[in-house]
């Protein structure tokens, strides 16, 4: 079993910047073999898609919410994942989870392809 472990997550306020890491664990586990995905679950809300990447890094997606202000990117020499985050807004407070997905079809964003998860890092953006 894969075990997903995220970091970086903290404190700051509107305007700032945050880089979550997402590491994998397990001797027969490689990211390379995965397309890795963030999302993201506020308090009473939904978990909500922010961005994938695929195998190779060749192609991302991003949620609307964030494009141009979030950047994922992956180390697969390192089993790590990245979400670099900038220009931070209040409305991005949220626990972030990453996820791994053996797929290889067109949908990006439905949590339910995505088969392990991290135990998620509080973002938390002050005003």
């Known amino acids: 079993q894969v075990q997903l472990v995220e970091s970086g997550g903290g404190l700051v306020q509107a305007g700032g910047s945050l880089r979550l890491s997402c590491a994998a664990s397990?001797?027969?586990?490689?990211?390379?073999?995965?397309?890795m995905g963030w999302f993201r679950q506020a308090p009473g809300k939904e978990r909500d898609f922010v961005a994938a990447?695929?195998?190779?890094?060749?192609?991302?997606y991003y949620a609307n919410s964030v494009k141009g202000r979030f950047t994922i990117s992956r180390d697969n020499a390192k089993n790590t994942v990245y979400l670099q985050m900038n220009s931070l807004k209040p409305e991005d407070t949220a626990v972030y989870y990453c996820?791994?997905?053996?797929?290889?079809?067109?949908?990006?964003?439905?949590?339910?392809?995505?088969?392990?998860w991290g135990q998620g890092t509080q973002v938390t953006v002050s005003s």
């Open positions: 996820a791994a997905s053996s797929s290889y079809g067109s949908n990006w964003s439905n949590p339910t392809i995505f088969g392990s």
């Open positions: 990447i695929s195998r190779s890094s060749s192609t991302t």
């Open positions: 397990g001797r027969t586990f490689a990211i390379s073999r995965y397309r």
